[in-house]
């Protein structure tokens, strides 16, 4: 099993930045790809970013790239969402996922692990 913990959500005014960070433990070795995935209220989970296991390759929903940067420190076991020139549109409950598939895969279903998620409050 893998465990995954989000932080860094909060309420930013829109423009501002976050700094989203997911500490992943256990049997981290099984895990290949990372994303990050949004559900705002009575909306479906949506793909936000994606990263392949070595760091190297990246993958963004149109609606957030150019915005988001999404990163990995594999010393550590962390993934990182920095989120720039946010919108109120941006508001939502943020998850950090794993998976034992390669990327790219930017579809919650092939995702084997999810945090609780990190709520991110824009406002206007």
């Known amino acids: 099993q893998v465990q995954l913990v989000e932080s860094g959500g909060g309420l930013v005014q829109a423009g501002g930045s976050l700094r989203l960070s997911c500490a992943a433990s256990g049997r981290t070795s099984s895990t290949n790809a990372m994303g990050w995935f949004r559900q705002a209220p009575g909306k479906e989970r949506e793909f936000v970013a994606e990263?392949?296991?070595?760091?190297?390759?990246?993958y963004y929903a149109a609606s957030v790239k150019g915005r988001f940067t999404i990163s990995r420190d594999n010393a550590k076991n962390t993934v990182y969402l920095e989120m720039n020139s946010l919108k109120p549109e941006d508001t939502a409950v943020y998850y950090c996922?794993?998976?034992?598939?390669?990327?790219?895969?930017?579809?919650?279903?092939?995702?084997?692990?999810w945090g609780q998620g990190t709520q991110v409050t824009v406002s206007s």
């Open positions: 990263i392949n296991g070595s760091g190297v390759i990246t």
């Open positions: 996922a794993a998976a034992r598939a390669a990327a790219p895969l930017r579809a919650r279903a092939w995702y084997d692990y």
